[in-house]
């Protein structure tokens, strides 16, 4: 069952646990109750509606409504209630992340239970031996899952800069990797879930990419995010992500995906079809 | 929106439209409405239940069950409501195809609306102007889909052969291929969908297999059941599939997966995301 454990961890929501919140009639994200209660007694931008919480249809325009939202965002770290802000801007979209209606620091995401695009590289080398999979150790001091096992890149898709262009760079961030080598990853699939977490809700979906790197290739961390690297078996991967915790959370789903898109797990597997649906879940789960 | 009218193609049941059946306290089908009314009429070994129809629970075993389904099957062919006995046992299961109950002759898997299995494979060749698909165009005198496209090879999973085994011999009856290279094929996914069909419900499984052919290999179909094999571009199979009927409703799905596998239908695709999910719902949609 082990497998389907790491699904589940990462799609413990349940149905009245958030209040839904709107941006121009659209649903964008959901918030904890307190929270909802909070924005609409503190913050003129939120008004009540039917459904939950609205960013007040007043601000009608991308620039008003970023706006609005870095406020209550530096509000709300002034309370503790968001950690920091972290300068870096995710769409708020109902739907794919180039219809954003506006952007809101990364750092409050999960608090506002917005949708949140990454992306995850698998780096694989073919050995006589068989597949390899490189493996990230995350650096001790990291803010999140310190010291837990990661994929060989791995990234947060800011708004507004492309999926290649990202890539590109994270790879060189990441893994010391060349462009070149950057931009023959391949995009294979996409892995959602929808998490109920510390801070808040977490519907992410990660874009992930294959890589088969040449033999002589090594990975090298150029922003320390990464204390080392690894090019283990593909085995030993699946064992770890079936028997340990070893890896970050999310992690294991990228990694499960590859393992199926391989043939590594196959559909002799007895919770094979779980697994993929799974893997896959339609983005909105019914609240 | 081409390529998600294929997946809503086959995912049009209506909650409402069909009457649960259950072997075992187990629901393993659905039935119309009018089928159900007359199976509790005329057949002793249905009977009705709080949810649905059941098959008699004095009949507590695999044989015992298999019997009266065949019984019920010969009735219906006499009554023109199947129309033939195929000799062919499909597992009747709550879970997967290790998990029969009893089985049912294939041709009237739909009328009962159980679970059916089935394995496609893709098979491609890499030339250096790009990826190539082999493509079937099935026999104008077949009874489902004459003249449509179909994937290399694909057939149902009949209850008590393995996966290897079946594989083999699909390959070997409908692409002349020799065992050794039929083994090397390797799972890559699995599509599934729940389809209303004149028949009555499919939600049917489809094991895909991704396997890369020698320049030199050339298919041949042995048992009549395909007219013709053309070796396309990639991006010409796509185009197929987003802009016309050509292929069988089903292979277009398995050829969906296998495009956005192999990074031809990418994130940059507006419908990704729902293409992704759509392939892979959970298997037991709310009726």
Known sequence: MAFLDRIRALNNHRPGEFVPWFVGGRRVGRLRPELAALLLR??????ACDAGVALDPALADFA???????EAVAALVVEGRVSHVQGESYPVTAGGREEALCVLDRA??????????????????????????????????????????DNLVAGGLPHGITLADNLVKECAEEAGMPADLARSARPASVVTYAQVAAQGFKPDVLYCYDLELPA??????TDGEVEAFHLLPVGEVARRVADTEEFKPNCNLVVLDFLVRHGVVGPDHPEYLDIVSGLHPALDPPM
Chains 1, 2 share one sequence.
Do not use: M
Request: aromatic share 12%; hydrophobic share 45%.
């Open 64 to 70: 008003s409504r970023s706006a609005a939202l870095a």
């Open 42 to 47: 503190n913050r003129n931008a939120f008004v």
């Open 216 to 221: 002589d290739f090594v990975p090298r961390c």
């Open 108 to 149: 409050a995401a999960a608090q506002f239970g917005i949708r949140a695009f990454g992306q995850h590289l698998d780096g694989y080398v073919r050995r006589e031996d068989g597949l390899h999979l490189w493996i990230g150790r995350r650096s001790a001091d990291r803010l999140h899952w310190p010291g837990r096992l």
